[in-house]
């Protein structure tokens, strides 16, 4: 999807004793088609029953950002974890140190809750383990996690290769609670060889279904 060429031109703004904004046809010069860019969808990957869901393919120095997009993803097992992680092209044991911190929004189904805090027990500290995204995630059949990643630079060999989160879920705490869980992850992998291949699967047990898109942006 081309960004589109919109037409700022005709703004303009009168003297500010007249506090009004109008338009005219005088040409300014500036359009978003300037500032350039495009996002082109790479791969959709649907689970069933899976325990890895890999994106290998499309991967090259043509894409300064990839964007995953999580549609519906559903445990197979109460109370895990939607993690990831990435590797290069000469290392296929998705272990990449990585540096991140984690903070959550949550409110229970009751009314109960209502807290925004900083979570270190998800944070990571070079850690070469696969990273949470979306924590204790409830398996009821109509609980899901949405959401989405973006990734930056993946194919430099200059700079580390920084990275955020945000993603919306159904999670439990146990008891059978529920909870309206919002997740927030940033962090960056800590190497400056091109990331060729990202990973995403459950903490423990199966994606029991949903929809993971990759899309790159030039």
Same mark, same amino acid.
Request: charged content about 15%.
């Given at each position: 999807?081309?960004?589109?060429?919109?037409?700022?031109?005709?703004?303009? &703004?009168?003297? =500010?004793?007249?506090?009004?904004?109008?338009?005219?046809?005088?040409?300014?010069?500036?359009? %978003? @088609?300037? &500032? @350039?860019?495009?996002?082109? !969808? !790479?791969?959709? +990957? %649907? =689970?069933?029953?899976? $325990?890895?869901?890999?994106?290998?393919?499309?991967?090259? /120095? %043509? *894409?300064?950002?990839?964007?995953?997009?999580?549609?519906?993803?559903?445990?197979?097992?109460?109370?895990? *974890?939607?993690?990831? +992680?990435?590797?290069?092209?000469?290392?296929? #044991?998705? #272990?990449?140190?990585? %540096?991140?911190?984690?903070?959550?929004?949550?409110?229970?189904? $009751?009314?109960?809750?209502?807290?925004?805090?900083?979570?270190?027990?998800?944070?990571?500290? +070079?850690?070469?383990?696969?990273?949470? !995204?979306?924590?204790?995630?409830?398996?009821? #059949?109509?609980? /899901?996690?949405?959401?989405? !990643?973006?990734?930056?630079?993946?194919?430099?060999?200059?700079?580390?290769?920084?990275?955020? /989160?945000? #993603?919306?879920?159904? =999670?439990?705490?146990?008891?059978?609670?529920? *909870?309206?869980?919002?997740n927030q992850k940033a962090g960056y992998f800590n190497t400056t060889t091109a990331l060729t291949r990202f990973r995403f699967k459950m903490s423990s047990g199966n994606i029991d279904a949903g929809t993971i898109k990759? *899309? @790159?942006?030039?």
């Open positions: 999807m081309a960004l589109s060429k919109v037409d700022f031109n005709n703004i303009n &703004v009168t003297p =500010a004793a007249s506090k009004k904004l109008k338009w005219n046809s005088s040409a300014n010069g500036f359009e %978003t @088609g300037d &500032v @350039g860019g495009s996002m082109v !969808l !790479l791969s959709t +990957q %649907t =689970a069933s029953s899976s $325990a890895t869901i890999d994106f290998t393919s499309n991967i090259d /120095s %043509t *894409y300064k950002e990839y964007i995953f997009k999580f549609i519906d993803i559903h445990p197979a097992t109460n109370r895990e *974890y939607l993690v990831f +992680q990435a590797d290069t092209g000469t290392n296929t #044991n998705y #272990n990449i140190a990585a %540096t991140t911190s984690y903070f959550q929004a949550y409110e229970t189904e $009751a009314g109960g809750g209502g807290v925004l805090a900083y979570n270190t027990n998800h944070d990571d500290a +070079q850690s070469t383990s696969f990273l949470r !995204l979306a924590v204790v995630q409830c398996a009821d #059949n109509d609980a /899901s996690c949405v959401g989405v !990643l973006h990734i930056f630079e993946p194919s430099s060999t200059t700079f580390v290769k920084h990275f955020f /989160s945000v #993603n919306q879920s159904m =999670a439990e705490d146990g008891s059978g609670t529920k *909870y309206s869980m919002s990759m *899309y @790159g942006v030039t």
